[in-house]
Every structure is written in C-alpha cells, then in structure tokens.
C-alpha cells in the first residue's frame, strides 16, 4: 500500500515551516547516533500531512527506513487487542463485569502477594475475582517480568516470562501459569501495566474460537487493508523488517536474538506486544479510531462504544500518576487516564505537555508510539526500534512539535 503526504500543510491547519521542525529535532537523535532511524506521521481530518523518515533500519547493512519499512509494536498491539474483545462485547459475548474464570477456569482461584520475599511470599485468596473490565484497563493485578519493581515480577522471571513467552508455550498454557503466580495487589484496587491484554487476546479466542491472528485477520486488518500487520512476518518480507537495538552507553546495540522472533511463528500469540507492522497500516487503525471505529465502509465498532472506551475508567477519576504504580516512562502519568485499552489525556496542563484533552494513546517498548486527537482530527505515529522506551522524552517532544504548528 503506497504511503504519501495527501494534503498541503496549510489546507490541514499548519504552518509548513512549523511543521518542518519536526524533522530537524528528530534528525538530531540519528545525527549523533542515539537513533538508529524513525519514522514519523501527521495527519489531520483522515489526510497524512506529514510523513518523515530518518537514518536506517539496520545500521550494519546500511538499509535506510523507507516508508514500507516494518517494526515491532509491541504494546502499540494493546489497542488492537482492546478492540477485538469490544467487538465481541457488542455482540452480547460476555459482561464487562463477567469474571476472567468464566473463560479462563485457572483464574477461579487466584491469590493476592501480601509480603516476603520471591523465595518464599507470603499469598492470601483475593477478595474479589479477577474482572473482564480489569483486564482491559491494567487494573487485575497481573504484572510483567521486565519490571523489576517486586518480588512478583521475579516470580514471572523465574517462571520464564521476561520479555517474551517461554519457547514452546501457547497462549491458554501461559494464561494458566499466570493465573497460579500470585497478584500484586487486590483485583480493581490499583493499576499496573501488565500481562492483562494477553490474558484478553485468549479469552477473545476461547469466546470466538479462533486463534488470535485469525481473528485479528478477519475482523481487523482484513476490513481496514492492513495487509502487512500480523504476528510475524513471512521470509519473502523479512528484508523490510526494521533491525531490533538496545540503548547501549555508546548507542544503541544490535539484538537479534529478540529481534529475530519476528521473523518465525510465535507459540504465544501475545495480544499484548506480538504484532509487526507499518506506518501505513497503523495509520488505518488510527483512522478508525479517530472516525468512531469506521473507516472507508468497514466499521469495527459502534461509534457509542469507541466513545466509552476512550474514557477514563479509573475508580473515582483518577489518573495514573495517584492510582498508577510508577514503573517506566512510556508516558507521563500526570493529567493521564486510562480507558479501555489505551491512555487517555484528561488534563494538559497537569501533564505538562502541550496536548488537546480526550486523546487516546499508547506506545510500545521499542519507543513507537501513536496518538489519536478526536477534538482537532489528528493523529501522529512514530515508529523506530530502540528498547527501552523510557531512554529518550520522545512523546512529549514529538507533541510538542505537532502542536505548535497548527495555526488555524
């Protein structure tokens, strides 16, 4: 699918020259070698107006980033999860308030950490069952093994989950190892960025009956054309994947052995950071999401459901910087909510970035992100392939950037 600007920047609101900054302080992080390379896109009212690309996508062949170029999402893969398990709820599959266990039978039982080490903690029945809605909005109390901020997260790791699923488990056998490891907190009781989307993406399988990547194929991509999104990516198309670095102190150093996962059929379809995809794909989902779950006669979801998902389900209105457990900066917490699988901006100016409030958004490890503005109709995606994310202050600049060249 061919990528291009499709509107003059000032038929869109902007000022071209404004615009142009965009480039010039994103070029500096591949001038002095903190970025490998990137892509970036702007559109406003459905039309890319801006769309960038910089350095390369592997840096030890020279390969530029091209606008095909294909990178690993990771949690940019939240969102679409998100959607898949909102387009069953309309269909009466199941209550936002139906518990997990009613899917998946190893999360009848689960136990909440109370104190101890990982060695020997100390666990205790939770209270309440673990809830659809809980899942969906990183309330449950599941945790991820690359935190390193509590002795659950090292029971992950010992259980073999860091980064990635052990090799050769499948998503119903990982669902059942997490569902026995205990929860960090009481179910609703607190947020935490966690394994919560996989654990979704096997309850869409067992409601549907099929495996994750079919289903995503014909109820997501299929409708919107994201004909290069998907789990892995074919041999024939393996040269257009983007290389995967890691922040080094001397820039940033090839890995391949977590790179190369892309390249081969994963045991566990992770709902939560498994997809590769494009600028040009993304963008289509960010169109739906911008359009009320509609783009070109494909509709995901009704416009009333996209609108309850995008608001903020924290208890009590809460944002993530009082309710959440600060882990990493995959965004500024302050002013920020979260809704039914993405970020919601409730206050800019306690968040201290120049921002529209109501945007949904989210990033992934590798520093991708993406932002959907309904109130101005725009959106903006960065892609690029550096772990961690946190490393450099991307969003808030790249927000900072967009915004101030609008001028209408």
């Given at each position: 699918?061919?990528?291009?600007?499709?509107?003059?920047?000032?038929?869109?609101?902007?000022?071209?020259?404004?615009?142009?900054?965009?480039?010039?302080?994103?070029?500096?992080?591949?001038?002095?070698?903190?970025?490998?390379?990137?892509?970036?896109?702007?559109?406003?009212?459905?039309?890319?107006?801006?769309?960038?690309?910089?350095?390369?996508?592997?840096?030890?062949?020279?390969?530029?980033?091209?606008?095909?170029?294909?990178?690993?999402?990771?949690?940019?893969?939240?969102?679409?999860?998100?959607?898949?398990?909102?387009?069953?709820?309309?269909?009466?599959?199941?209550?936002?308030?139906?518990?997990?266990?009613?899917?998946?039978?190893?999360?009848?039982?689960?136990?909440?950490?109370?104190?101890?080490?990982?060695?020997?903690?100390?666990?205790?029945?939770?209270?309440?069952?673990?809830?659809?809605?809980?899942?969906?909005?990183?309330?449950?109390?599941?945790?991820?093994?690359?935190?390193?901020?509590?002795?659950?997260?090292?029971?992950?790791?010992?259980?073999?989950?860091?980064?990635?699923?052990?090799?050769?488990?499948?998503?119903?056998?990982?669902?059942?190892?997490?569902?026995?490891?205990?929860?960090?907190?009481?179910?609703?009781?607190?947020?935490?960025?966690?394994?919560?989307?996989?654990?979704?993406?096997?309850?869409?399988?067992?409601?549907?009956?099929?495996?994750?990547?079919?289903?995503?194929?014909?109820?997501?991509?299929?409708?919107?054309?994201?004909?290069?999104?998907?789990?892995?990516?074919?041999?024939?198309?393996?040269?257009?994947v983007a290389a995967l670095y890691v922040a080094g102190p001397d820039g940033p150093v090839r890995n391949d052995d977590l790179g190369g996962?892309?390249?081969?059929?994963?045991?566990?379809?992770?709902?939560?950071?498994?997809?590769?995809?494009?600028?040009?794909?993304?963008?289509?989902?960010?169109?739906?999401?911008?359009?009320?779950?509609?783009?070109?006669?494909?509709?995901?979801?009704?416009?009333?459901?996209?609108?309850?998902?995008?608001?903020?389900?924290?208890?009590?209105?809460?944002?993530?910087?009082?309710?959440?457990?600060?882990?990493?900066?995959?965004?500024?917490?302050?002013?920020?909510?979260?809704?039914?699988?993405?970020?919601?901006?409730?206050?800019?100016?306690?968040?201290?970035?120049?921002?529209?409030?109501?945007?949904?958004?989210?990033?992934?490890?590798?520093?991708?992100?993406?932002?959907?503005?309904?109130?101005?109709?725009?959106?903006?995606?960065?892609?690029?392939?550096?772990?961690?994310?946190?490393?450099?202050?991307?969003?808030?600049?790249?927000?900072?950037?967009?915004?101030?060249?609008?001028?209408?």
């Open positions: 699918m061919g990528l291009g600007v499709e509107i003059e920047a000032g038929e869109a609101g902007f000022d071209a020259g404004r615009l142009a900054r965009i480039d010039r302080h994103l070029g500096r992080y591949v001038e002095d070698g903190r970025l490998p390379g990137w892509l970036v896109l702007v559109s406003r009212h459905g039309r890319v107006v801006h769309l960038a690309t910089c350095g390369q996508r592997d840096l030890g062949a020279g390969l530029p980033v091209e606008t095909g170029t294909r990178f690993r999402i990771y949690s940019m893969t939240k969102p679409v999860t998100a959607v898949a398990a909102m387009q069953l709820y309309e269909e009466g599959a199941f209550a936002l308030k139906a518990p997990v266990s009613a899917f998946i039978p190893a999360f009848a039982d689960v136990r909440v950490y109370r104190d101890g080490p990982a060695s020997a903690p100390r666990t205790e029945p939770a209270t309440r069952p673990v809830r659809l809605w809980h899942l969906l909005t990183h309330t449950a109390g599941l945790t991820y093994g690359f935190h390193h901020a509590h002795p659950v997260d090292e029971l992950y790791r010992a259980a073999g989950f860091e980064w990635v699923a052990p090799e050769g488990h499948d998503l119903a056998e990982c669902c059942d190892l997490w569902a026995g490891l205990p929860l960090l907190f009481e179910p609703g009781s607190e947020w935490n960025y966690s394994v919560a989307s996989d654990v979704l993406g096997r309850v869409v399988e067992v409601v549907s009956g099929q495996p994750l990547d079919r289903f995503f194929q014909e109820r997501i991509f299929g409708p919107l054309g994201m004909t290069d999104t998907g789990f892995w990516v074919p041999e024939a198309d393996a040269g257009d996962r892309a390249l081969r059929r994963p045991a566990c379809l992770s709902g939560g950071g498994g997809l590769v995809s494009t600028a040009a794909d993304y963008h289509r989902f960010t169109q739906a999401l911008a359009r009320g779950g509609e783009l070109e006669g494909a509709r995901l979801l009704g416009s009333r459901t996209l609108a309850y998902m995008a608001r903020n389900h924290l208890p009590g209105g809460a944002d993530l910087e009082s309710f959440g457990r600060r882990l990493f900066s995959e965004t500024t917490f302050d002013g920020v909510g979260y809704g039914l699988g993405f970020a919601v901006l409730l206050d800019p100016v306690a968040n201290k970035v120049l921002s529209t409030p109501g945007e949904l958004a989210w990033g992934g490890a590798a520093s991708t992100f993406f932002w959907v503005d309904p109130a101005e109709q725009l959106t903006a995606i960065f892609l690029t392939q550096l772990l961690p994310s946190s490393t450099y202050p991307l969003r808030s600049e790249l927000r900072q950037l967009v915004y101030q060249a609008l001028v209408d």
